[in-house]
């Protein structure tokens, strides 16, 4: 997401830093390319109309002018509109008791998934959330929620087969302990002495909006009270994000918005519509399939990754996350040492699949996301993964024993070919020795320290 529209930026910003000297016309220039580049993104006219207004009366500043290096600093106010045009600040949740969530939005949206990501992200917090179905609309949608919540072990409230009464419904999962098909109780409690932190209400939707769903959204919301009203939207919707978070917003007074498959190669504009229009944060981003691909949204983080600045704080926060610190130690140990085998290689690749895709990776580190010709080919590690996993577990701990009869079956037993696997077994082997090497040159170094003390 966002690729084609940074890629533009990052050249457009490029060209005005090449200048020795900025004027009123270098900035209009830049600025109408500018414009065509969010309006191609699927931006809404009047969003990129005004962002670049207010872009020009202060990249036309005297400041600026005179700057010593002005083509920056007018990407650092490009920067700084475009944080606040995403919302300033990451918003958090209200979860104050009773808390009640409710997602909302167009069929196709990600309601569902979304909330059982939220409710996987607020237990690694500390939360105890529970899934309550409430879209007796959709075919299946309640053994989706059901099937969601046993794979995050997260309870589910289900309504009882061939129920249509949203309102009904809605009273039974306030009222029970109706979990995942378990067992009721009819004692009224508390939610907190039920052992539920938070409630997320997954509701129906329409292809489009019509008026029978937003009645009887507003019933729901006025039964329940929720303190959230978080409305889901995809964010390859284009030109209709506007249309369709105005009228959520306009019938409901949404509290915010959770924007998904960022992940995708859709232009994004509606990520930098639909705050504005609504004039609500966008809260959380689902930025890939896996249920743990679910964040918090920070407007600044994604504006310099639009602009090719990166997120090292996001990197961060990922790795430490993802990554065992021990077994990254372990793993380092036994490079320097060259003792790493195809054991520890599989160990790596598990650590950086937790960390997500690749190219989101990259685009985290600063200049690296329109970077020419470099790409992460997914197909090409799992390939790779394939042949070491046919290895035998004693060709995996001493790779020194793969002649080429045990080669032409691990090729076999793979899918690949011959020429592969030596490819592969040629650069470990390499590795093994450059980091012996770099091993060696840190010992010399810490020898000729203890000699000049």
Known sequence: MFSQLGDKLQDIFKDLRGHGTISESNINDAL??????????????????????????????????????????????????????????????????????????????????????????????????????????????????????????VPVFTPPPNERDVMRAAAMAL??????????????????????????????????????????????????????????????????????????????QITGIVLTK?????RG???????????????????????????????????????????????????????DEEEAERLERKLRTAKFDFNDFLGQFKMMRKLGPLENILAMLPGMSNVPGLSVDDRQLRRVEAIVLSMTPQERSRPDILNARRRQRIARGSGRTVTEVNDLLQRFNQMRKLMKSAGKMKRKLKELQRLHR
């Open 32 to 153: 109408r390319q500018v414009r065509l580049a969010l309006l191609e993104a699927d931006v809404d006219f009047q969003v990129a109309k005004s962002f670049v207004a207010r872009v020009k009366e202060k990249a036309l500043g005297e400041e600026v002018l005179r700057s010593i290096t002005p083509g920056q600093q007018i990407v650092k106010i490009f920067h700084d509109e475009l944080t606040v045009l995403l919302g300033g600040g990451a918003a958090p949740l209200n979860l104050e008791k009773p808390a009640r969530i409710l997602m909302v939005g167009l069929n196709g949206a990600g309601k569902t998934t979304s909330a059982a990501k939220l409710a996987l992200l607020l237990k690694k917090q500390g939360h105890t959330p529970r899934l309550v179905a409430m879209d007796l609309q959709r075919p299946a949608a309640i053994e989706q929620l059901a099937t969601l919540g046993r794979q995050i072990d």
């Open 175 to 252: 009222d029970d302990r109706h979990l995942d098909g378990g067992a009721r109780s009819r004692e009224p409690a508390a939610v907190s002495a039920r052992g539920f932190s938070v409630d997320i209400f997954d509701t129906a939707g329409r292809q489009e909006i019509d008026q029978p769903l937003v009645e009887e959204l507003k019933r729901l919301r006025d039964f329940l009270q929720p303190q959230e009203i978080l409305l889901v939207a995809d964010a390859a919707t284009g030109q209709q994000a506007v249309s369709v978070a105005t009228h959520f917003n306009d019938a409901l």
């Open 269 to 323: 504009g509606a990520a930098l519509s639909m705050r504005e229009v609504s004039h609500r944060p966008i809260k959380f981003a689902g930025v890939g399939e896996k249920l743990d691909q679910f964040e918090v949204f920070v407007p600044d983080r994604l504006a310099g990754r639009i602009l090719g600045m990166g997120d090292i704080v996001g990197l961060v926060e990922k790795a430490a996350e993802a990554v």
């Open 262 to 266: 960022l992940d995708g190669d859709a």
